[in-house]
């Protein structure tokens, strides 16, 4: 009986589904140079690399587009049309929807997320009572309200390098993404077809995030971003050992640097231990996070101290 109760305790001291999570004291190595992870549902981080440095976020940005959208109360179903830019885009803002044709907003919100089509990012905001500015606005002030004080949005498609947050700012973003499933769903998005209209005519689309289609992974929200000064990003709420975890990764060097970091998380979770990292992305952290922090002195002293 005895015995009985002692394994019991055992294991729910080891954490959850039989699984040993790793000790919050230390930290994985990575390839990105800023990073933070937390369980959804749970306040403190997992950990933190560089968590409250703000930094060019890309296409991450458009999570917060997408916040603002579905908070909005705007008709998902109604047909927004594709109009030219009215300000030239800070980046090369290419796509293959056609000016003049139209496609429902519940439509171009998922393209923007899982696609991450750069035109739909823009033509939500264009769309929205008050215009792009008061769109933008909108975006700033809904990061006040989550707290996120490292948080300055500029454009609602990530093609601004003024365009800034913290990993741990984008935590708090994706807490407030998750309390409507709509984001997670059309974020998540494999493949889709987007039928257009006035002209008629369709593309299909692909999700920029591979780990989606990993049933293993159990992805549930995510977000890609890339801009040379941002780097490669990714943030995404996936199933790790039994528990969901957000994981908010900002520059690395590759495409595939955010995923194998994702990976190192996942293992880390249960094993406790830092895994080898290439040594080409390992450099690139290096000279990044030093560069950095030659740009800020404060953050060098303190880093000194720790």
């Known amino acids: 009986m005895r015995y009985s109760l002692f394994v019991t305790l055992l294991c729910m001291t080891l954490g959850f589904s039989g699984q ?23 306040k403190a981080l997992l950990f933190g690399k560089n968590a409250d440095r703000a930094v060019p976020i890309a296409s991450i940005t458009k999570l917060m587009t997408a916040l603002v959208v579905t908070e909005s109360g705007q008709d998902m179903n109604e047909w927004l049309t594709f109009e030219e830019r009215h300000v030239e885009a800070a980046a090369n803002a290419w796509s293959r929807i056609r000016v003049g ?3 429902r907003r519940r439509d171009v919100l998922r393209i923007a997320l899982m696609s991450s089509e750069n035109f739909a990012a823009y033509t939500l905001a264009r769309a ?5 500015e008061a769109f933008v606005e909108a975006m700033n002030a809904k990061a006040k309200a989550l707290g996120m004080a490292q948080t300055h949005f500029v454009d609602p498609t990530g093609l601004s390098v003024r365009n800034t947050s913290s990993a741990a700012d984008l935590v ?4 407030a993404a998750l309390k409507h499933p709509g984001i997670g769903e059309a974020s998540t998005t494999g493949y889709y077809r987007a039928e257009f209209r006035k002209p008629r005519y369709s593309l299909s689309f692909g999700n920029t995030n591979t780990l989606v289609h990993r049933n293993s992974w159990g992805v549930s929200l995510s977000k890609t971003g890339y801009l040379t000064e941002a780097g490669r990003c990714l943030v995404m709420v996936s199933e790790m050992h039994g528990k969901p975890v957000i994981t908010v990764l900002l520059d690395s060097l590759g495409t595939r640097s955010p995923m194998g970091d994702a990976g190192r998380i996942k293992r880390w979770l249960v094993t406790g231990k830092a895994e080898s990292i290439a040594p080409a992305a390992k450099r690139y952290e290096q000279e990044k996070n030093a560069s950095l922090m030659a740009a800020d002195p404060a953050e060098a ?5 720790q």
């Open 20 to 42: 040993v999570f790793a000790s919050k004291d230390q930290r994985p190595a990575l390839a990105s140079v800023q990073a933070a992870a937390a369980e959804v549902g749970e």
């Open 172 to 175: 708090r973003l994706v807490r």
């Open 101 to 103: 044709s139209q496609l």
């Open 128 to 132: 929205h009572p008050g215009g792009f």
């Open 301 to 305: 002293r303190q880093a000194h101290t």
